[in-house]
């Protein structure tokens, strides 16, 4: 301790500037963010969900203005039907970098007919996206629904929905879409009727989720001064309970639709699902499996699309979750950049601060 | 406790028989069972329509002017299906799951099918859950490392990933291309020395330590890997694998010290002795039971054998184990166990060129077994099973295993946050005990509830599995069924399927009361 040869006075001057340093270095470092800047900064933060939410755009943007949607004509020159005339160009293989061309006439090839399996692939990402969307919207409602009115009012009518959504535990997801399927394959306006069937089978998860909620924010202080000054039932779950469970609500509704789009392309892979002349990746995929040696790209091209669609979302719902949930991230173990998890810097002196403030996995790798 | 539990078993049950009733009402109107032969022009059409009506039990009995009604008809069905609680046949009725369009006998079908799927997805979630945990524990263990991040994305893709799309993959290149190569199996040069490179990178991020441990192990993987392959290529271990005695000995000795050293730690000798006899026994059984077991006529055999093993494991656990006895059972009954699995491998192995022989191309990419197979050994018509099950479960375990890897992950790194391990941190327990017994044990309790979410989700992939690998059995069952509105085979799949998920949910309430007392209400 030096400190004690020194005089008061000068003490006490080191210390007012040390807490001056102190104050300006907090002042700096910690600019106040409400609570949605907080999960903004979260979510933007979140690498993987980033590029994720940049491709998924891209895909997006790719499908509906190539082929078109509904009236609207897209730029890409070819149907996904069949067109008159239809010429085989380069046997039906990809066109794309080949001789020279970046894209050429049919960039992923033709199938036998032949048609052009870009404007395919394309007119199929579009009912995926839009039966994702559809039915994370549909079961989003429902559950929401069930789910609050189960946790508020509890009693008769929370044992009766909530022996409503133990009906997926005991029935496979895939039986219950099946044959809901069935009944709307012959509808028209191609993807909504089968969207609306499935949003019909898959509130359970959400309704279980938001009831949960509901259940703990019940205790809230806030929902006993609400319930006190006379607001009326729904007034408290619109106003004061959902908007506390948001959190839960979005990256639920993500991961669905993720679920879904895998689903629906099961679905239409075992013919249950969007019917010809109607397109979707996952018939795409089965009209495909016999072509997988003569034309492999038939089946290759549907299939990455199908993954790449719900890997991007299923990341996005992963970093939708960090950001709403903090709880999830590590306290003062932070995540370190590209070359430290590489081991070409500061490697030695990571191990170092483990050893001192977790004592983590070093100890292990000593054994 | 008891009577949650029942409460909650027979709510299950009940939303059974709701489930049941619903999907029959829907199924029955899903379409028009008779729309193929309406609009058929065949003279003997109309004999067809009567046969079909009457094998779907549509008719009235006393006129054939209208159809019976769906709730006649589920009656008349739900009485069939109740008839297999009743063992006498006589208060309810006889065991019947109705018949098919075409007259087949769902009884039979569904007692097929429902063996050959339990199979596939009983193994395939057993399978998902060791491999699973193993890697999620030491994703968690190892945070942030290279080994964690890529395996955080390889679960991300499985559980992403497309299944039907999967199993067309492995039918395609673990199928096809295998029996392809299995023609004239050789590694050439490029593929051991990809193989080699490999192993070198991978194997050095999951054991970890510092950079230049890495680098030394890296380099000792690369240079096994390329003397191992060729010498194997040399010696025909494609065609004629072989363990011998000296690699199961070895294993065995190794699993026991392995076992010690994770469960009790090497200085507890009275541990490390009981498996050290275990693994000893185990070489001198596979010696002495050789001929016993290539004799075997079925599994009883070496089931018999395998659970004799666990009785000896357990004894010489308690007898020998001191005051250490708890930890001496897990570590004999592991060795045991492991050894066990080693020695049917060997036997398996030596099995491997007899269905060469009878099956030159010795993974089938259609059915469950190889019909016509000329063989009446008992290990060439189970190696058969096998070779024909392996490629459905692993594609089943791949979804699963993303489950299971993700969970363990986040839950161990939630619980090694809590003040009690930070206390047995401060006392001084070791890494291993911190990790195996205080933080392991405790989060792996919620895995009880997600073994039975995840095995209904599992029985749905196995519709589709089964249905890209042509098995004969529930999914097709379940496929048709539904495209003729042939309400028999539909709801013997539901029924299964739904009483499977029951159970499993009863056993894990159960379960969970038993591994976490706070849940006793």
Known sequence: MSNEQTPDSDLEQQMVDLAEVEDAKLTADHKSYSQNQLIRRRFFSHVPAMVSLVVLSIITVLAFTSVGYGIIPGWWQHPFRLPQGAQLVNDGQPTMFQDGQIVGPHPFGQDGLPRDIFARVMRGTQQSLIIGAVVALVSSVIGILVGAIAGYFRGKIESVLMTLTDFVIVVPLLVIAAILGSYVSDMPFAPFPLAIALGLALWTGMARLVRAEVLSLREKEYVSAAIAMGASPWRIILKHMLPNAIGVIIVNASFTVAAVILLESVLSYLGMGIQAPEVSLGMLVSQGESAINTRPHLFWIPGIFILTITLCVNFIGDGLRDAFDPRQQRKGDRRPGLRQILGLRGFAMSQQRRAGTESGSTDKDQE | ?521
């Open chain 2, 1 to 521: 406790m008891l009577k949650f539990i029942f409460k909650r078993f027979g709510r299950l049950f009940l939303v059974l028989f709701g489930a049941s009733v619903v999907s029959y009402a829907l199924v029955v109107h899903s379409g028009d069972p008779l729309q193929d032969l309406r609009e058929s022009t065949d003279a003997d059409a109309e004999y067809q329509m009567e046969l079909r009506a009457q094998q779907l039990n549509l008719e009235l009995p006393w006129t054939d002017q209208y159809y019976l009604p769906w709730y006649e008809r589920y009656w008349d069905w739900l009485t069939g299906v109740l008839g297999c609680l009743d063992p006498t046949d006589r208060v309810i009725g006889p065991c019947d799951w109705g018949t098919t369009v075409n007259g087949g006998d769902v009884t039979a079908q569904i007692a097929n099918a429902a063996e050959v799927s339990l199979r596939l997805v009983l193994i395939a979630t057993l399978l998902a859950i060791v491999l699973g945990v193993l890697t999620g524990i030491v994703s968690a263990m190892r945070q942030y490392s290279v080994f964690d991040y890529s395996m955080s994305f390889v679960m991300f893709l499985f559980w992403s990933l497309p299944l039907f799309w999967a199993a067309v993959i492995a039918k395609e290149y673990l199928a096809i291309r295998y029996n392809n190569w299995m023609a004239d199996p050789h590694f050439t040069a490029p593929t051991i020395f990809v193989v080699a490179l490999l192993l070198a990178v991978v194997v050095p991020t999951v054991l970890g330590g510092s950079p230049r441990r890495r680098i030394a192990t890296g380099a000792v993987m690369f240079i096994y890997t390329c003397t191992v392959m060729p010498f194997l290529d040399h010696i025909h271990f494609m065609e004629q694998p072989r363990l011998g005695t000296g690699f199961i000995a070895v294993a065995a000795v190794a699993l026991a010290v392995g076992f010690t050293a994770l469960i009790a730690g090497m200085q507890n000798r009275k541990v490390l002795y009981c498996g050290l006899a275990v693994a000893a026994l185990g070489i001198l059984s596979y010696l002495l039971t050789w001929d016993l077991m290539r004799g075997a006529q079925g599994y009883l055999i070496p089931m018999g054998l395998f659970a004799l093993t666990i009785v000896i494991c357990v004894a010489i656990g308690r007898i020998f184990g001191g005051y250490a006895k708890g930890q001496a059972t897990a570590v004999t009954l592991l060795t045991g166990m492991l050894t066990s699995g080693i020695i049917l491998l060997d036997h398996y192995m030596y099995t491997w060129p007899g269905l060469l022989s009878v099956k030159p191309r010795p993974i089938r990419t259609v059915g469950a077994s190889t019909p016509n197979l000329r063989a009446d050994d008992f290990w060439v018509i189970s190696l058969d099973h096998l070779s024909q099950l392996w490629l459905p479960t692993l594609v089943m375990m791949l979804t699963s295993l993303a489950t299971y890897t993700r969970y363990t992950r986040s839950s161990m790194l939630e619980v090694v946050q809590q003040d009690y391990i930070r206390t047995a941190r401060a006392k001084g327990v070791t890494e291993r005990t911190v990790v195996l017994k205080h933080a392991f044990r405790n989060a792996m309790i919620p895995l009880a509830t997600l073994v039975a979410f995840d095995f209904a989700g599992l029985v749905g992939g196995a519709i589709i599995v089964e249905r890209v690998f042509g098995w004969n059995s529930m999914g097709t069952m379940f496929i048709t069924g539904l495209t003729n509105v042939d309400p028999a085979p539909v709801m013997a799949v539901i029924i299964f399927t739904g009483g499977i998920a029951v159970i499993f949910n009863f056993i894990a309430d159960i379960l969970y009361a038993v591994l976490d007392p706070r849940i006793r209400v």
